[in-house]
């Protein structure tokens, strides 16, 4: 099997899969970067592979890698693409070669705005190309439906996300004289992180103790911090500087409690994975896109409605009156992830599933977790 993996920039959201496939595979797995790093994201630790990684395209390097880039995608077996332009692997497609299309969902901001740009990109890089070699891994609950209700990927569609690195040791206790919350990203309005500060200012008033981390910059910061300061939150309200992966990985393994209360736009949400792996009990949104697929509510973590804050609060005080349930969750939850969303269990089922796809063996049958049937 020859498989290649096609995407824009390198993240380490994609890596840890990637290195996975590069075991199994060897040499005849290759990953493909279009573009550097951006200069925002370098700051914060993401970064390319080492040069000396043979099985790395950088192909905004030079004529040579562009041409590396071309033969991967002509000559694999099987090749998934994210977010590139589909004229890199149209005649791949039209020529009958199997394909996936690796895809958050589509109608983030809802289906009527911005339809006549979609529907134009539908005419011309969707419907064309919707062929039975041409699947769908799609990365978020979400995504299916709204590609059904254009008429794509009918009975071709996959379970799929992002696959951080999981531990391979149960979390251990944490150490705290009460429970610690915490939140890291971008500030962006649709993050909705003032229902953070208003859910604590409500916890406050009920005399509850805990601490929250907010880690991260952006357009809302300022607004955030002026409310945090209105309310008189900024002795129970932490806001940090930006952090590398790592060490965003190493506040997760301090913290009881994560906190993800983006709305629908959020077409996935690797943090999710993320704070899961490191033994958070994970407190999510139902419009985070992974959070209908990893969390089990009250097993695996917790999810509430988008933006309603009552529910956020209830959740939130049954944790503080009960914070065994912490370690209990945050314990099912790193199982859930080892067992289920690792990347290598997602690498061996994307190469069982291709080769099940091509005739090589038998199709297999995964009732739950990546590559298993997504109709929406």
């Known amino acids: 099997m020859k498989l290649t993996l096609l995407t824009n920039i390198p993240t380490h959201h994609q890596l840890p899969c990637a290195e996975a496939l590069h075991n199994l595979l060897g040499d005849?797995?290759?990953?493909?970067?279009?573009?550097?790093?951006p200069n925002e994201r370098a700051v914060l630790g993401w970064s390319v592979p080492d040069e000396k990684v043979s099985w790395v395209v950088r192909a905004w390097e030079s004529e040579q890698e562009q041409e590396r880039l071309r033969a991967c995608i002509a000559d694999s077996d099987a090749v998934v693409y994210g977010a590139v332009p589909t004229s890199l692997v149209r005649s791949r497609i039209l020529r009958g070669k199997l394909t996936f299309r690796y895809s958050e969902r589509p109608f983030k901001r809802g289906l009527p705005l911005g339809l006549l740009w979609w529907l134009r990109r539908f005419a011309r890089d969707y419907w064309p190309l919707n062929l039975p070699n041409h699947h769908l891994l799609a990365a978020g609950a979400y995504c299916?439906?709204?590609?059904?209700?254009?008429?794509?990927?009918?009975?071709?569609?996959?379970?799929?996300?992002?696959?951080?690195?999981?531990?391979?040791?149960?979390?251990?206790?944490?150490?705290?004289?009460g429970m610690h919350m915490l939140w890291a990203g971008r500030m962006l309005n649709w993050k909705r992180v003032d229902l953070i500060i208003r859910a604590a200012y409500f916890l406050k008033s009920r005399h509850h103790a805990f601490t929250i981390d907010l880690i991260g910059v952006g357009p809302e910061k300022n607004r955030l911090i002026q409310m945090c300061h209105k309310l008189g939150m900024d002795n129970t309200i932490n806001f940090l500087q930006p952090r590398s992966p790592e060490g965003v990985r190493e506040a997760m393994r301090g913290a009881h409690v994560y906190l993800m209360p983006s709305?629908?736009?959020?077409?996935?949400?690797?943090?999710?994975?993320?704070?899961?792996?490191?033994?958070?009990?994970?407190?999510?949104?139902?419009?985070?896109?992974?959070?209908?697929?990893?969390?089990?509510?009250?097993?695996?973590?917790?999810?509430?409605?988008?933006?309603?804050?009552?529910?956020?609060?209830?959740?939130?005080?049954?944790?503080?009156?009960?914070?065994?349930?912490?370690?209990e969750i945050g314990i099912n939850a790193w199982q859930c992830m080892k067992d289920y969303w690792s990347p290598t269990i997602a690498a061996e089922r994307i190469l069982m599933l291709a080769n099940g796809l091509l005739g090589r063996n038998a199709m297999p049958v995964f009732e739950e977790g990546p590559c298993s049937p997504e109709q929406g």
């Not at 005849?28 to 970067?33: H, I, P, T, V």
């Not at 690195?165 to 150490?175: A, D, G, I, L, Y």
């Open 144 to 177: 299916a439906n709204d590609m059904r209700r254009v008429g794509l990927y009918r009975g071709r569609t996959w379970k799929w996300g992002y696959f951080t690195s999981v531990p391979s040791e149960s979390p251990v206790k944490r150490v705290s004289d």
């Open 263 to 327: 709305n629908y736009r959020e077409g996935w949400g690797a943090v999710v994975n993320e704070a899961m792996s490191e033994g958070c009990c994970v407190v999510a949104s139902k419009g985070v896109g992974s959070a209908p697929w990893l969390i089990d509510n009250g097993k695996t973590g917790f999810r509430f409605e988008s933006c309603n804050f009552n529910a956020l609060c209830s959740v939130l005080e049954s944790l503080l009156e009960d914070p065994e349930q912490c370690r």
């Open 28 to 37: 005849d797995f290759r990953l493909c970067f279009l573009e550097p790093v």
